[in-house]
């Protein structure tokens, strides 16, 4: 028996982490534990003496690794939600050593030779097809981590990783600390055209950080409104120059990290045979190649574009001056309001957090026929995390829910969805337990804009991938699908925020409880392509200059800065209009791999989502059940069956972009 939680057996509800005994020092040992126990584990499939088969050997390696696997979804869930100095020194110490045993594990030639083998009888096994899928994609993704090498080939991949690993997790770090590190301290005299909301946001900010007064962050749910509302045009500029700058300083300057970062990706494509990590990356894609995806931007992004230049037009005559990027979200705010008689002071009051919960859950119900009962005995890491417990039609349990909403310092920007424990069946019913984060600003109530509550409906979405899963193993469970087919569940669910029926059931005022007018209902939904231009740039942008960076011939000799300044340049980007995320703070391509040439994957999926979404308009029935149970076939098929494939039974047939333009209002921009 060990005292080290995080090896021992868990008897909490669920079996959730006992979070309320699990402390940072007790992750050392574990992952050396957790190392040492799978890499006997795969040892012994590699040097068995048994003629090799599906079961000894792709079976046994779905096996491996339990409490490695158990080990690192707690530690890195924590990392990402509340990042203690203590976990980041941890952080910093495994990430090079979980990649390097991660290396020869994809590496062992013994288990890449018995998988060979596996894979050479193939028509004479019988397989199921996710036994055929699993089989094939394990031997193509062990030929993609390099198992194909020689010896010096496969030495070298390991030491690429485990650098690679190093540079994501100090670039990580570095872009969180300059975002907790920096604050914008407000006297009342300065809180000008900040709406109650704002005020209150700005200050439980300045209560969290120790400060009388009010406190601007630069969590997004802190600086937009903020941006979106003050009028004092000089803060304005200080906070978006702030936030722009992440990244950047002297003391945590991540520009040479993306240099290293992407020359290693190059060169680690090149040892495979590709020409550059962009062809390595979209090669296991359904785009198949960068020239694909990027076909899909350039498509987009000229009616985009155009659409951004009117509505600078617009609003520099509503200001009366030249539009900076600091001005930009305010004078689209005071347009969308004058238009369509729309503001975030009208709407939110409706939107609070716990009504949009109800039309999640809703939601899911009515789709999927699935609901949450929230649980209140269950150990958590943080007293904003809420628990639900996810229950068929019949109340059998099938999934743990965990949520975490607010913002809060060391706590990463953004939202995202993770897992504890991923649904699998291959020997025995697992069910799983998933969180969604969110980076809500902390307020009595919480109150939702539009968008958030849109990005609630999105997150939740990549829930429901993970919890709906059927599949047989672990490694084909919920979101573990080819990372441009990933974003289609979750964007597929936001369009059911904007179902009248759903807006009238739960957008009610936080106070009276009177359902949202219908007049404002209407204008809401009138109002939901203004602003596209903006919006699809300032993505499309992002998602070009992620293809032109790891397409580069030399990123050594990057000069990050000029080359941002001369790629936007050539695509023409709009004035004022900046980079969603600039690359030295763009985390999903530099604190992790797992977007890297792969940001476009959003608008990709978009097409998918928004042709998927027709076909319940032309239903007539946003809850029709015959393509409610297509769609809750998708959600749950995880990567057992080719994305394609599955969204062709759904649709009967393939999507076409047209939905994705109607769906933004660019038809005829």
Known sequence: MTDNPLLA??????????????????????FEAGMAAHAAEVQAIAAATTPPSFRNTVEALERSGRVLDRVKSVFFNLVSSQAT????????????????????????PGLFARVTAVLSRRAELDLDPDQDRLLVRLHAGLLRAGAGLNQAGRARMTEIAARLATLHTQFGQNVLQDETA?????AESELAGLPGFARDAAREAARERGVDGWVITLSRSSVEPFLTFSTDRALRRRAWEAWVARGTGPARDNAPLVKEILALRRERARLLGFADFADWRLADNMARQPAAAEALLREVWAPARRRAEAERAELEALAGHPIEAWDWRHYAERARRDRHAVDETLTKPYFPLEGMLRAIFDTAG??????????????????????????????AHCGLFLLDSFARPAKRSGAWMSSYRVAETLDGPVTPIVVNNNNIAKSDPALLSFDEARTLFHEFGHALHGLLSTARYPSQSGTAVLADFVEFPSQVLEHWLEVPAILRAHARHHESGEPLP???????????????????????SSALIDLALHTHPDPQSLDLAAFETAFLAEIGMPEAIGLRHRPPHFQHLFAGGGYAAGYYAYMWAEVLDADAFEAFEE??????PALAARLKAVFEAGDTQDPMGLYVAFRGREPQVGALLRNRGLVGA
């Open 9 to 30: 057996p868990w008897t909490t509800p669920f079996g959730v982490p006992p979070f309320d005994l699990i402390r940072a020092e007790h992750f050392p040992d574990a």
């Open 85 to 108: 100095e203590a976990l980041q020194a941890v952080e910093r110490d495994f990430a090079p050593k979980l990649a390097r045993h991660r290396s020869e594990v994809v590496l062992n």
């Open 182 to 186: 920096w604050q914008m301290e407000l």
């Open 366 to 395: 009515r789709l999927f026929g699935v609901r949450f009962v929230e649980r209140t005995d269950i150990p958590l890491y943080h007293p904003d995390v809420r628990a639900f417990d996810m229950q068929d039609g019949e109340g």
């Open 518 to 540: 219908e007049d404002l209902l209407a204008r809401i939904l009138a109002a939901r392509q203004a602003g596209q231009g903006f919006a699809t740039v300032e993505f499309v």
């Open 619 to 624: 239903a007539g029935d946003p809850f029709d």
